[in-house]
C-alpha cells in the first residue's frame, strides 16, 4: 500500500537561507507522483512542485525545487532564500500510476521562518 | 478566476443533522475529490469522482455519501452527523490523473456538537 512520511512536525529556519523538508514514501507501482503543496495560515491548498517517477532530473520552481532519491524513496523539498512568507504547512503527497488519480497526502510539516 | 468554490465556508451541526458540502469548479475537470484534514494526519480522501455521473470511495468514506450530477459539481452528504466528522473539508479538482496537480477549493470548517 502506498505511504508518505514526513517526520517533521516543526522546522525554523532563518530568513534568507535554505532549508530542506523531509518526505520519504512507499509504493510497488514503479510508475508514480509525488507533489509537494503549501498550506499557509489562510488555509488555501497551494501546489508548489511534482516529479514523476521516470524524470531524469530533480524538479525545481523558482526557490523551490525536488530533491529525488528513487533508490531511497525519497522526495525532499528544499526552499532556497527562505522568506517570511514561506511560514506555512508543507503537505507531500503521492499518486500511484500513469493515470492514476488518487493521492495520498503526508502529516505536514510546519516551517517557521525567522526574520 | 474563481477555480474550485466550496460552500458553506462554516458550519456547525448538532449530533444527528444532515447536511450537504457544496463544491464547484469551472475548470472543466474531470476529476474531483472530497479530503478531510485533521490535526496530525494530513489529508484524507473521503470520496472521489472520475467524471460526470461516477463516484467511489477513498480511505475514509463511511458516514458520507457524495453525487456528481453535473460535472462541475460535487456534493458531499452527511446523512447523520457525528462529533468524529468534527474536521476540515476540502474539495479539490484536477484535469486527469497523472502529472496533474490538484486545484484546492478554501475548506470548510465542520464542528459537530
Known amino acids: 500500500a502506498q505511504k508518505i512520511t514526513q517526520t517533521q512536525p516543526g522546522m525554523f529556519v532563518q530568513e534568507k537561507e535554505a532549508v530542506t523538508l523531509d518526505c520519504t514514501y512507499d509504493?510497488?507501482?514503479?510508475?508514480?507522483?509525488l507533489f509537494w503543496y503549501k498550506q499557509p495560515s489562510s488555509g488555501e491548498m497551494i501546489f508548489l512542485i511534482y516529479q514523476g517517477s521516470y524524470d531524469q532530473q530533480n524538479a525545481t520552481e523558482g526557490r523551490y525545487s525536488l530533491n529525488f532519491q528513487k533508490a531511497r524513496k525519497s522526495a525532499n523539498l528544499v526552499i532556497s532564500a527562505s522568506q517570511l512568507g514561506d511560514s506555512a504547512m508543507y503537505f507531500c503527497a503521492m499518486r500511484e500510476g500513469m493515470g492514476g488519480f488518487k493521492t495520498i497526502f503526508g502529516a505536514g510539516t510546519r516551517l517557521f521562518v525567522k526574520a | 478566476n474563481a477555480g474550485v468554490t466550496q460552500t458553506p465556508k462554516f458550519r456547525v451541526l448538532k449530533t444527528g443533522q444532515s447536511m450537504t458540502l457544496l463544491c464547484a469548479q469551472d475548470?472543466?475537470?474531470?476529476?474531483m475529490y472530497w479530503y478531510r484534514q485533521d490535526p496530525g494526519m494530513g489529508l484524507r480522501l473521503i470520496h472521489y469522482?472520475?467524471?460526470?455521473?461516477?463516484?467511489a470511495k477513498g480511505e475514509v468514506p463511511d458516514g458520507y455519501n457524495v453525487s456528481r450530477l453535473k460535472k462541475q459539481n460535487f456534493l458531499l452528504g452527511l446523512e447523520s452527523a457525528a462529533p468524529s466528522q468534527t474536521s476540515v473539508y476540502f474539495c479539490a479538482s484536477s484535469f486527469r490523473g497523472g502529472s496533474t496537480e490538484a486545484f484546492f477549493g478554501q475548506g470548510t470548517r465542520l464542528t459537530v456538537v
Open positions: 509504493t510497488s507501482d514503479p510508475s508514480y507522483g
Open positions: 475548470m472543466n475537470h474531470e476529476y
Open positions: 469522482s472520475v467524471g460526470e455521473g461516477t463516484t
